[in-house]
């Protein structure tokens, strides 16, 4: 009889199975399956019904979770609870449709690992004994983690109840004002925890301005030229903003200031919400994963391929692909599929969430310590119509025109924007001959 029970739970181990596999697999008979099953009925979680039913066994040491979701007006409800079942894969039976089994942690969920500059900020002060590198956690401790210690996730998803327990009983976050940025960033930099684990690698942090729910990035000091050139990233980010959201894209609020030879960029939170409301977030690198697939192409590519499975409408299709041919005409480099978003509703196609870090990056600092000098633009032209770098065109001309008429960035950075508009000049003629 030992044989058997050693075989069944090896067999379980795999992954679900119905009793009739469990029988034909173990060599043991149905009623044996049966009594075997209900001696062990707390280790296991039955999955579909009659003779449908499957068989999963939990895995050791990994507790069931509730998930609250936090609703734009600020009230909570419960969304699903997760299990997780040999040998990796977990089980989520939601509160408003059919549950599902996924492979591996769900893919609405891929986005809360901490990442980026905050993220290895909140993964190293982890007190659960976990590795100080969050890219080594498996599913099981991520979930631990997000559990018992994150206090500030992004998008509005709480997982387990002491995160839910955190988010009632928390104080309302400290307001701060724009002379308190300074210290707060020295703390960052520091690597003490300032928040969220928004990602991103450009130094940042989380705050409560003037009573609005913010994310700031800040430039080095202004005594070095690193800090010269990142200050004018900063304040090119700004613009693009505000000159995408004159064209008709969604953009949050952003402003930017010097204070104290550093320069600080303070762009309203989109998955936070007046009254303690919440959104969803969901970045185009994890629907890409769940849906399509294919990582590694450009933005245009990717929408067309979530429009034809309906996970976006044509019109959000053309908005990814308009913001897209404005970046590789604004020498922003950095389009990967981690800085593009879109807003989780539940049920529909996916929107995009407010435009973010549209940053001209091929003329930033590189980690060596170099500073560009000089950019030659190649825009992929064949990836885009015509319709759609005429939309772009204007905007990035705008942006490159009003970059070198300002003081507000450096002599070096305003020679550099008056030589993208000379280069954008004749790209309006080839634009034109575009299909």
């Not at 007006?73 to 040998?87: S, V």
């Not at 050139?229 to 995408?244: I, N, Q, S, T, V």
């Not at 309203?268 to 629907?287: A, M, Q, W």
Request: proline letters at 6%.
């Amino acid at each position: 009889m030992k044989s058997h029970t050693d075989a069944i739970l090896r067999f379980l181990r795999r992954g679900p199975a119905s009793g009739s596999a469990i029988s034909r697999e173990c060599g043991v008979s149905q009623p044996t399956v049966s009594r075997f099953l209900k001696q062990i009925e707390d280790r296991l979680l039955a999955i579909g019904n009659g003779r449908s039913r499957q068989y999963a066994l939990k895995r050791a040491g990994a507790d069931e979770l509730p998930i609250y979701r936090v609703l734009e007006d600020g009230r909570a409800e419960k969304f699903a609870t997760i299990t997780a079942i040999e040998p990796a894969a977990f089980w989520v039976n939601y509160t408003y449709r059919e549950a599902e089994f996924f492979e591996g942690l769900p893919w609405w969920m891929q986005d809360m690992r901490p990442r980026g500059f905050l993220g290895r900020i909140n993964a190293r002060h982890n007190t659960l004994g976990l590795h100080p590198d969050a890219s080594y956690w498996s599913d099981d401790s991520l979930l631990e983690w997000l559990n018992r210690e994150n206090s500030d996730p992004i998008g509005n998803l709480l997982i387990g109840r002491e995160s839910y327990q955190r988010w009632l009983t928390a104080p309302s976050s400290t307001n701060v004002s724009w002379a308190q940025l300074p210290a707060m960033a020295k703390s960052a930099l520091a690597g003490e925890s300032v928040g969220s684990s928004a990602a991103g690698e450009q130094p940042k942090l989380t705050a409560r301005l003037d009573g609005v729910e913010t994310l700031v990035k800040f430039s080095p000091m202004l005594d070095q030229a690193a800090g010269v050139r990142w200050a004018d990233g900063l304040y090119a980010e700004h613009l693009a903003l505000k000159l995408l959201s004159e064209a008709h894209f969604d953009c949050s609020d952003s402003d930017t200031r010097i204070i104290e030879a550093q320069r600080f960029l303070v762009v309203k939170r989109f998955d936070r919400l007046p009254e303690g409301g919440r959104r969803g977030i969901i970045s185009l690198e994890s629907v890409l994963a769940q849906f399509v697939g294919n990582l590694d192409r450009p933005w245009p590519e990717s929408a067309k391929s979530l429009a034809s499975k309906q996970r976006i409408l044509p019109e959000t299709a053309s908005m990814m692909t308009r913001l897209w041919c404005f970046g590789q005409l604004t020498a922003n480099t950095d389009m990967h599929n981690g800085n593009l978003s879109f807003v989780l509703t539940g049920s529909g196609p996916l929107s995009m969430a407010p435009v973010y870090d549209m940053m001209p990056m091929a003329l930033m600092p590189r980690p060596s310590g170099h500073i560009p000098e000089h950019f030659n633009l190649n825009p992929q032209w064949a990836f885009a119509t015509r319709q759609d770098w005429q939309a772009a065109y204007p905007v990035a001309m705008q942006f490159w025109q009003q970059l070198a008429g300002t003081e507000e960035v450096s002599a070096e950075f305003r020679t550099l924007a008056d030589g993208f508009v000379v280069a954008l000049v004749p790209m309006e003629r080839m634009i034109s001959a575009l299909a």
